[in-house]
Nanobody, 127 residues
Framework: QVQLVESGGGLVQPGGSLTLSCAASGNIFSINTMGWYRQAPGNERELVATITSGGRTYYADSVKGRFTVSRDNAKNTVYLRMNSLKPEDTAVYYC?????????????????????WGQGTQVTVSS
């Protein structure tokens, strides 16, 4: 199993900044894409930003120029720096990762793919 744990959410005023972190752990052989999604009350979960192992990034139009996704491959961690936050950015933010898992910690081979989600962290933008 591969687990994702998010941190860094909270309450911030409009125009403020927050940085979210998400660390992956478990029997990981390799991680391909890591990313962030969000879900506001009454809405479907939507893609915010993703980053591949090679550093290629993708952003939703609504966050381009304001959010920056980055990752530390050595730490299996992805970050989301959010600037110029707006009330419409209020949502639960979820981390996602996909890649290959291994059957046990010291294994030198993959036992198949994984796709895991974090538990979510609340971001509230309000004055």
């Amino acid at each position: 199993q591969v687990q994702l744990v998010e941190s860094g959410g909270g309450l911030v005023q409009p125009g403020g900044s927050l940085t979210l972190s998400c660390a992956a752990s478990g029997n990981i052989f390799s991680i391909n894409t890591m990313g962030w999604y969000r879900q506001a009350p009454g809405n479907e979960r939507e893609l915010v930003a993703t980053i591949t192992s090679g550093g290629r990034t993708y952003y939703a139009d609504s966050v381009k120029g304001r959010f920056t996704v980055s990752r530390d491959n050595a730490k299996n961690t992805v970050y989301l720096r959010m600037n110029s936050l707006k009330p419409e950015d209020t949502a639960v933010y979820y981390c996602n990762a996909d890649g290959l898992k291994k059957p046990y910690d010291s294994a030198l081979y993959s036992s198949g793919p994984f796709n895991s989600w974090g538990q979510g962290t609340q971001v509230t933008v309000s004055s």
